[in-house]
Each structure stands twice: as C-alpha cells, then as structure tokens.
C-alpha cells in the first residue's frame, strides 16, 4: 500500500528548517543533557500507571522544548519541561504553584539537588533509582561532577533538530491504523521514537542492555514490531534508524532509500546519517523514503497483514464541491 507524497514542509528547497549540530562539537552538552533527562524522566516513572512498552516514561518535543506531559500525583497532576528558548526546566504542579531550575553549566549533582529542592516546595515527592539507565558507568545522580557542560545555542539546534523529525515521523504515524506509539522521546538512550506493530507476540527479549534489568526489554519488546527515530549520534550530526524486532530473514539486504542509507550489522539496524537528510533536496521527502521503506523491510519479510494495518491518513478529505450542497 503507497500513499502520495505530502507537501513539503521545509523552511526552503534547501532544508534552512533543518540546522546543522555536529555530534563533536557538543558531545559533552549532549552527556550532559542526557542525565538530565533521565532525572526528569524518571518523575514520570516513579508516578505514571505502566503502559504497554513503558510508553508512560517518554517524553514530548513541545514548541519550546521537552515535556513529561502530565504526570499524576495524588488527586492532582504536574509536569515538567525543558524550554530550550529560554533554557530553564519549569515545574508546574495542579495545585497552581510552580518552580524553575536553570539550564546552564552545572554539574548533574548540582542540577539534580535543585530538582528535588523544587520538588519539595511543591509537595512532590519524588521517589525512584537514583542513578541512570543503559549507560555504562552508571554514576549516582547525587554523586555525578563528571558531566557539567551546558551549551545553550547547542541544546536550542538540537531540540531543532528533535522538531523537525518530530514533525516528519508524526506524518508517517498517520498512515498506520494498527497499534503504534506516539512519536516520543526515550531519556533512556535519548532518542526520539515510533514504532509499529504487526499484532502478533514477539520471542522474548534477551535483555543486555546496561544497568538495565533483562525484564525491562522484554516488557518493551513484547510484540513484534518495526521501529524508527532519530538520536544525536550514529553519524556526523546524529542519524535517523531503523529496525525490526524479531528482524526477519531479509530484512538486511532489502533495498531502502534514499541513497545514503544503510544496514549497520554493528548496530543492527538500518542509518540514515542526519546530514543526509539536511542538505538533501527536499528534507521531508529524503527522511519519508527512509521511513517507509525500511517499514516495507519489516512488514514485507515478516508477513505483516499491511492491508489491514495501513490507510491513507487523508482519507476523509473531499473537495468542497462534493460536501456542500449545490
């Protein structure tokens, strides 16, 4: 099933929507920032019912940054947000009040002893494992003098960044009616995702992932699927991905586009570097090749029910003459 291609919405034919943030030139920000978000994103762990493939921890890309969404807390809610605007975490609580925490050079120790200082003058307790997930060493957030770097100018071009893909994976979403996510932002291995499923239960996981438990993976990798997004390395300026789960036989060697994209037998899984996507032609249209055809190299070799599971998310639209009277 092919849907027609949507309009562009690049800032120009050359991608200017779309900045360039070499991975070198901010890998210690980028550290940084991911301990951060981990902070964060475990306030929506330790509060939020399970859903399916922990699809309760995520975070959003707003017009100004990254949010939990609302988070539930007693018989109220908060949330909380990275505005890369004006580089600032805000804590808003139901009850009306709210705290700030600023974004700017610090160590994860100093910025996660404000967190809780805010939390607490909102009456939040806040109660999960003090340290992170999937990476190795895995430093006590209280602890971590290790990452202290903040480049303002380079979290603002990299939640760009998130914005665009944003943008282009949401489109792609539209056109699957089976079970898929939400286009959200995993702090975990700080990408952004979406992901697709056949319907059908997958094998178990086998885990592995870093001061992470096996149990973990095999929840989040329960069903059978195919997933893509996009995080701030695997290339020159970050790279889109691509995989299946169980990866089917042929998946490898299936022939995707645009041309830079390739299989990662390191990674398991299909790259487009981001820079690729920037300085292409026309940006949205590069990334959507990408996108739908690593998905056809999931759905085809695994034998998913595409008729059933695809529709053309433009479907409802009719020309004014055919839904006004005459």
């Not at 909102?122 to 957030?141: H, K, M, T, W, Y």
């Not at 398991?268 to 998905?295: I, K």
């Not at 056809?296 to 599971?309: S, V």
Request: charged share 20%.
């Amino acid at each position: 099933m092919s849907f027609e291609n949507p309009p562009s919405a690049s800032a120009s034919p050359q991608g200017a929507a779309w900045p360039s943030l070499r991975v070198a030139d901010w890998t210690e920000t980028r550290d940084t920032l991911h301990m951060w978000a981990q902070i964060v994103g475990k306030l929506r762990l330790a509060h939020a019912p399970l859903v399916n493939h922990w699809w309760q921890v995520t975070l959003y890309v707003t017009p100004r940054g990254l949010t939990t969404g609302a988070v539930p807390y007693g018989d109220g809610a908060f949330d909380a947000e990275f505005d890369f605007v004006e580089h600032r975490l805000t804590i808003r609580s139901s009850s009306g009040a709210g705290r700030e925490v600023a974004l700017e050079p610090k160590s994860v120790a100093a910025f996660y002893a404000e967190v809780m200082q805010a939390l607490r003058a909102l009456g939040i307790d806040a109660a999960f494992q003090r340290r992170p997930n999937e990476v190795e060493p895995s430093i006590p957030f209280a602890e971590d003098e290790q990452h202290s770097s903040y480049d303002a100018a380079a979290a603002h071009l990299f939640w760009r960044q998130l914005l665009q893909a944003n943008r282009v994976l949401g489109r792609f979403r539209a056109e699957f009616v089976g079970k898929v996510s939400p286009v959200h932002f995993f702090w975990g291995a700080m990408d952004l995702a979406c992901t697709r499923f056949s319907g059908r239960p997958a094998p178990p996981h086998p885990g592995g992932a870093p001061n992470c438990g096996d149990w973990v993976m095999v929840e989040g990798y329960s069903r059978e699927l195919s997933s893509c997004g996009f995080w701030p390395g695997g290339g020159e300026e970050g790279a889109f991905y691509a995989y299946a789960y169980p990866e089917p036989d042929g998946f490898a060697t299936h022939p995707v586009r645009p041309a830079d994209a390739f299989y990662s037998t390191e990674n398991g899984q299909f790259l487009l570097p981001y820079e690729a996507v920037r300085t292409a032609r026309d940006p949205d249209q590069a990334l959507t090749e990408f996108l739908r055809t690593t998905y056809e190299a999931a759905a085809e070799h695994g034998n998913w029910d595409r008729a059933a599971l695809e529709s053309d998310p433009r479907r409802w639209e009719r020309p004014a003459a055919r839904t006004e009277p005459s």
